[in-house]
């Protein structure tokens, strides 16, 4: 009897129309074109500018295309995870109202924080699912509204972090193909490092931590560079190494967008080659838990059945690993 494994079968995405260049953020804090491209290696992010709307809508927008491009109902889909560190409403499930909104009618829904893991978790999460065999078709979406906890006066965060959407279908296979190994790692050494101060149990929300700016994302840019480096790295080049892969083996490397000097130390540690990398932090900054499934939305024609890829990711908490997958199908 063949082992089942799960995996991706449609990839989905959405990013908003308004583009926020790093021209446009030179009229806005301290900062220029040139500082921002060599530090970071963005030059525009996107960001969600439509009434009333969350990360839910970019979520259900993300479903919608792949459901549209698998040619299936949502009604097939079993379970729906949205991967976010920015829901739309503390407590009430973003997930449940995605799934609803798109017609995904015989799904449970749940949502999953990791912050920019998420997505990583996420896959493993399916996976597991997927491969107990209870269910079939698993819709993992990863999105953030980013620009809804960003302080636009803040020139250490306001420049990395954009909005978008990603989604993917993991399905049952037996021809061994998709999620192979997973190595997930957390530390609560890094709770300081990266954060927003209030808004949650420890400090609810008040008239002062609103007066005080206490809402927005806060970062140790240091402190949170030296971790991500040597963390995905290592994460990277050990799940190479247990599989017995080497840089020749491996035709992709995935890498949270976070940072382009933080993507070239992780791709110098597993050796693999420049034009091996999925890159697009250029166009959309750090989108969180969207980076990795808008790498596959993006890269999709350029993804061969039986190419193995490596993902890998970094985010606050701290929460970082990598998952090594064997890709399912020929756009």
Same mark, same amino acid.
């Given at each position: 009897?063949?082992?089942?494994?799960?995996?991706?079968?449609?990839?989905?995405?959405?990013?908003?129309?308004?583009?926020?260049?790093?021209?446009?953020?030179?009229?806005?804090?301290?900062?220029?074109?040139?500082?921002?491209?060599?530090?970071?290696?963005?030059?525009?992010?996107?960001?969600?500018?439509?009434?009333?709307?969350?990360?839910?809508?970019?979520?259900?927008?993300?479903?919608?295309?792949?459901?549209?491009?698998?040619?299936?109902?949502?009604?097939?889909?079993?379970?729906?995870?949205?991967?976010?560190?920015?829901?739309?409403?503390? *407590?009430?499930?973003?997930?449940? =109202? !995605?799934?609803?909104?798109?017609?995904? $009618?015989?799904? @449970? &829904?749940?949502?999953?924080? %990791?912050?920019?893991?998420?997505?990583?978790?996420?896959?493993?999460?399916?996976?597991?699912?997927?491969?107990?065999?209870?269910?079939?078709?698993?819709?993992?979406?990863?999105?953030?509204?980013?620009?809804?906890?960003?302080?636009?006066?803040?020139?250490?965060?306001?420049?990395?972090?954009?909005?978008?959407?990603?989604?993917?279908?993991?399905?049952?296979?037996?021809?061994?193909?998709?999620?192979?190994?997973?190595?997930?790692?957390?530390?609560?050494?890094?709770?300081?490092?990266?954060?927003?101060?209030?808004?949650?149990?420890?400090?609810?929300?008040?008239?002062?931590? *609103?007066?005080?700016?206490?809402? =927005? !994302?806060?970062?140790?840019?240091?402190? $949170?560079?030296? @971790? &991500?480096?040597?963390?995905? %790295?290592?994460?990277?080049?050990?799940?190479?190494?247990?599989?017995?892969?080497?840089?020749?083996?491996?035709?992709?490397?995935?890498?949270?967008?976070?940072?382009?000097?933080?993507?070239?130390?992780?791709?110098?540690?597993?050796?693999?080659?420049?034009?091996?990398?999925?890159?697009?932090?250029?166009?959309?900054?750090?989108?969180?838990?969207?980076?990795?499934?808008?790498?596959?939305?993006?890269?999709?024609?350029?993804?061969?059945?039986?190419?193995?890829?490596?993902?890998?990711?970094?985010?606050?908490?701290?929460?970082?690993?990598?998952?090594?997958?064997?890709?399912?199908?020929?756009?």
């Amino acid at each position: 009897m063949k082992k089942t494994t799960a995996a991706i079968t449609a990839v989905g995405g959405y990013v908003p129309d308004f583009v926020l260049s790093n021209k446009v953020l030179e009229t806005m804090v301290d900062t220029n074109d040139e500082w921002i491209t060599t530090r970071t290696g963005i030059k525009e992010r996107r960001i969600l500018k439509e009434e009333n709307a969350g990360t839910s809508f970019m979520a259900i927008k993300a479903a919608e295309d792949l459901l549209h491009k698998r040619g299936i109902e949502a009604s097939e889909i079993d379970f729906v995870l949205v991967a976010t560190a920015t829901p739309d409403l503390p *407590v009430a499930s973003t997930a449940a =109202y !995605v799934a609803s909104e798109i017609g995904a $009618v015989n799904a @449970f &829904a749940y949502d999953l924080q %990791a912050a920019c893991s998420s997505f990583l978790y996420g896959m493993s999460t399916a996976a597991s699912y997927i491969e107990s065999g209870r269910y079939k078709k698993v819709l993992v979406i990863g999105a953030d509204k980013m620009s809804s906890i960003i302080d636009y006066t803040d020139r250490t965060t306001c420049i990395i972090f954009g909005d978008g959407a990603g989604a993917v279908l993991f399905e049952p296979n037996e021809e061994g193909l998709g999620l192979q190994d997973e190595y997930l790692r957390s530390d609560g050494i890094g709770r300081q490092f990266l954060k927003i101060d209030a808004g949650g149990s420890i400090l609810p929300a008040s008239e002062e931590t *609103v007066k005080n700016k206490q809402h =927005y !994302v806060y970062q140790d840019g240091k402190s $949170v560079f030296k @971790f &991500a480096v040597s963390n995905m %790295a290592d994460v990277s080049a050990l799940i190479m190494e247990r599989n017995n892969l080497t840089k020749d083996d491996v035709q992709w490397l995935a890498p949270h967008q976070a940072n382009k000097r933080i993507i070239d130390a992780t791709a110098n540690r597993m050796g693999v080659e420049a034009d091996k990398v999925l890159i697009n932090i250029d166009r959309y900054g750090n989108t969180t838990s969207a980076t990795l499934p808008l790498l596959l939305y993006d890269f999709e024609k350029q993804l061969k059945k039986g190419d193995n890829i490596i993902f890998a990711a970094f985010g606050g908490g701290f929460t970082w690993g990598s998952i090594y997958l064997k890709w399912a199908y020929n756009s």
